[in-house]
């Protein structure tokens, strides 16, 4: 009885884009669920900038320079670098883009954000090293970077996706990349939560397993 009352115990939800759960999240928080039979997790495919105490969730992921102040922040995955990729029938008709001034001119795969319904702003980094957005426009629109990847790879336009996400299909020749210096790395996937939560034993354990080792 001792043992089983020293077991994790509880239910956690965790608020993540559907790229962060399957590259980072699912493969880290399967053994858990294996190991820990009175473990429960839920995970939240979610693009907005959720309040986690409305959403009942217990901490999120995001990139670690999207972590709200107050909250504590765990660093989950190594650092990430959003690329601008198309296909190559796609350059053959419309050319490459030298600079992200020219993207607005071009087809591109929107990013829809769920919390308030607006399209994710392209950013880039100048060689000068200033930060800049773009605007894109085009035919494809979708709230989740699977599908917008996809469109790339059927030559509806450009994407920007994260560069780990797109390591196959440029390696199989159905993606090539552009504005290469225009695409520097940031900080990686981070859980957050407030600092007043109490954390329970099941939390402990879900987040011993995510946190990023070397």
């Known amino acids: ?18 790229y962060a759960i399957e590259t980072l999240s699912r493969p880290k928080l399967a053994p858990v669920l294996r190991d820990h039979p009175a473990v429960r997790i839920e995970l939240v495919n979610d693009y907005g900038y959720t309040d986690l105490a409305a959403s009942q969730c217990d901490a999120g992921v995001r ?12 660093r989950i995955g190594p650092d990430e670098r959003m690329i601008c990729v198309g296909a190559p029938g796609f350059y053959e008709t419309h050319g490459r883009p030298e600079t992200p001034y020219d993207l607005p001119e071009l087809p591109c795969v929107n990013l829809r954000l769920s919390n308030h319904g607006g399209l994710y702003a392209w950013e880039f980094e100048a060689p000068d090293g200033n930060d800049l957005t773009v605007k894109v426009g085009g035919q ?30 440029l390696a199989d020749g159905e993606l090539e990349t552009c504005l290469e210096d225009w695409c520097p790395s940031f900080p990686g996937f981070h859980i957050f939560y407030p600092s007043r939560l109490r954390a329970s034993s099941a939390f402990q ?10």
């Open 1 to 18: 009885m001792n043992d089983a009352r020293d077991q994790p115990t509880g239910t956690v939800r965790i608020a993540a884009t559907d």
């Open 63 to 74: 990139y670690g320079d999207q972590v709200s102040d107050g909250m504590i922040a765990v």
């Open 140 to 169: 494809a629109c979708s709230n989740a970077i699977g599908p917008v990847m996809q469109a790339a790879i059927d030559v509806i336009g450009l994407a920007l996706v994260p560069e780990r996400l797109a390591a196959r299909a």
């Open 205 to 214: 354990v879900v987040l011993d397993a995510l946190r990023e080792r070397g």
